[in-house]
């Protein structure tokens, strides 16, 4: 019997080695997790970077109103007959 308990208990400790320092043990775990959150965070982002340029996408093709806001804005460009007008911020 007492041979018995102690394959039992060498068993459970050879269980309980490979869940927390084994291969895809704990470690590894909170290693990945880790890794998926910084992953999820940069999906994130990249997926609102993609939701603006689709908008972009999506005005340029339908109006003209896209094309003239960025030639404005990027370019510098103006109508004929427009005057320019640059407002600088007061100097402190």
């Known amino acids: 019997m007492r041979f018995f308990q102690v394959g039992l208990l060498c068993l459970a400790l050879f269980v309980q080695y490979r869940l927390w320092f ?3 043990g704990v470690q590894d775990y ?3 997790k880790s890794a998926v959150a910084s992953h999820l965070q940069t999906n994130e982002k990249l997926i609102k970077r993609n939701k603006v340029l689709t908008a972009d996408i999506e005005d340029l093709k339908l109006g ?3 094309i003239e806001e960025r030639a404005r804005n990027e370019l510098g460009m103006i109508k ?3 005057t ?3 407002v600088l911020p007061a100097q402190q």
């Open 80 to 82: 004929a007959g427009e």
């Open 64 to 66: 003209h109103e896209g």
């Open 84 to 86: 320019f007008i640059r």
């Open 30 to 32: 909170t290693r990945l």
């Open 22 to 24: 084994g291969h895809n």
